[in-house]
């Protein structure tokens, strides 16, 4: 399956819109369709509000996401982290927060999927930030004491 920027742009809205809805995405029906860690792959989606979200894929299966939402939308917080696993491989998501990020990674926020059964998306972790304070996220695949983080998506408050 071919994934051109519009239709990555198309399924990572949809699946935004699910989340924020709170409706859960049905997970493959085979346990061959989950790719490797080595095969991972990251997208991220700004939004016009310097809201932001990654979504991870194992091949074409969207396994995790994580969300930064910016401003207050509807039921939707604002200066809010939510974490979402996907896909039923024992992994779960974390969604970390720095705000003022500098040259080292200080965690002011967090939220995962720890101890739920996939599809699952956390509640929203929100807390007021100074409008156009810079934050960033990080992605973080987690197990147990295991954790893989991606690399650290930077935007404002």
């Known amino acids: 399956m071919s994934r051109t920027p519009s239709k990555l ?15 859960a995405i049905a997970a493959p029906a085979h346990a061959d369709q989950a790719a490797s860690v080595e095969r991972r792959q990251a997208n991220v989606v700004s939004q016009a509000d310097d809201s932001r979200c990654i979504y991870e894929y194992a ?4 396994v995790g996401s994580g969300c ?10 604002g200066d809010a982290i939510r974490a979402c696993d996907w896909y039923a491989d024992g992994y779960g998501y974390e969604v970390q927060l720095d705000v003022n990020p500098t040259g080292t990674w200080d965690v002011d926020r967090r939220v995962n999927t720890r101890g739920h059964d996939s599809p699952y998306c956390s ?5 007021n930030i100074a409008e156009g304070t810079p934050v960033a996220i990080k992605l973080c695949r987690v197990r147990g004491t295991y954790e893989s983080c991606g690399p650290a998506v930077h935007t404002r408050a």
Request: proline share 9%; glycine share 12%; aromatic share 6%.
């Open 59 to 62: 091949g074409s299966t969207l």
């Open 123 to 127: 509640p929203w972790a929100t807390g």
């Open 9 to 23: 742009l198309l399924a990572a809205t949809a699946t935004t819109m699910l989340a924020l809805l709170g409706t």
């Open 68 to 77: 930064f939402h910016a401003d207050p939308e509807g039921s939707v917080p």
